[in-house]
């Protein structure tokens, strides 16, 4: 069983940046894969971010690519997303997931284990 816990959400002006943080209670992430999910108000959850333990390959929506940065720091068993230029299209609460693997995904149904979630609100 993984328990995950985000933090880092709040209200930013356009161009803003924030760091979440995605905790985990288990101490072997690196066998794990974990992504970063975001459902906006009337819409669908969908995956912005991924890494996968071994090489910390990372994925991203192609939407976010170049504002979207994902990291791990397995000493602290915490993922972050880091995300600059935010725009309010970004506005969604954002959930970390993770699943026991080595390959990234964007689906919901490939992922086990899911935070509460933390609520971004862009907006001038």
């Known amino acids: 069983q993984v328990q995950l816990v985000e933090s880092g959400g709040g209200s930013v002006q356009p161009g803003g940046s924030l760091r979440l943080s995605c905790a985990a209670s288990k101490s072997t992430l690196n066998a794990y894969r974990i992504a970063w999910f975001r459902q906006a108000p009337g819409k669908e959850r969908e995956g912005v971010s991924c890494?996968?333990?071994?090489?910390?390959?990372?994925h991203y929506l192609d939407s976010v690519k170049g504002r979207f940065s994902i990291s791990r720091d397995n000493a602290k068993n915490t993922v972050y997303l880091q995300i600059d230029s935010l725009k309010p299209e970004d506005t969604a609460v954002y959930y970390c997931a993770a699943a026991a693997g080595y390959f990234c995904s964007g689906l919901m149904s490939s992922y086990t284990y899911w935070g509460q979630g933390t609520q971004v609100t862009v907006s001038s």
């Open positions: 890494i996968v333990g071994g090489d910390d390959a990372t």
